[in-house]
């Protein structure tokens, strides 16, 4: 996973402590707040850059993929095309950069980029191994 940083956001954090972290108190109720968020507004389907912002390979976002919905990650039901075979594969959310996503899709990808790129994905897999 490429791994990037961000500088303290003040209307980032500000957002999602209001819009999607508000009334969470575990990280049951962290996950699954993210989760509606993300699915409130995402909109299927876009194309996206695999691994690097810039240069990584071109995926169609179809969806979320359902089987990963109890896990602490966001995955991604992707058509991945090599030039010789179409497959549908599951991404993390996290190695996706929208190329061609609405605004509000744009948006709350980025807020997740953010907030795991801040460590607290991390956090949490370290303080509540025994929760799930």
């Known amino acids: 996973m490429l791994s990037l940083t961000y500088d303290l956001d003040p209307d ?64 991604m039901k992707v058509v991945y095309d090599d030039g010789e075979v179409e497959d549908e594969i599951s991404i993390l959310l996290t190695d996706l950069f929208p190329i061609d996503a609405d605004e509000e899709s744009q948006r709350a990808i980025a807020d997740w980029h953010y907030w795991v790129a801040q460590g607290n994905l991390e956090s949490f897999d370290e303080d509540n191994d025994d929760e799930y």
Not at 36 to 61: C, I, K
Not at 65 to 74: G, K, L
């Open 12 to 75: 980032r954090e500000n957002r999602i402590a209001e819009e999607v972290l508000v009334d969470t108190y575990d990280l049951y109720e962290v996950i699954a707040a993210w989760f509606t968020y993300l699915e409130d507004r995402l909109s299927f389907p876009f194309q996206a850059h695999w691994g690097d912002p810039d240069n990584g390979d071109t995926v169609m976002v179809r969806d979320f993929d359902e089987d990963n919905e109890c896990d602490t990650n966001v995955f």
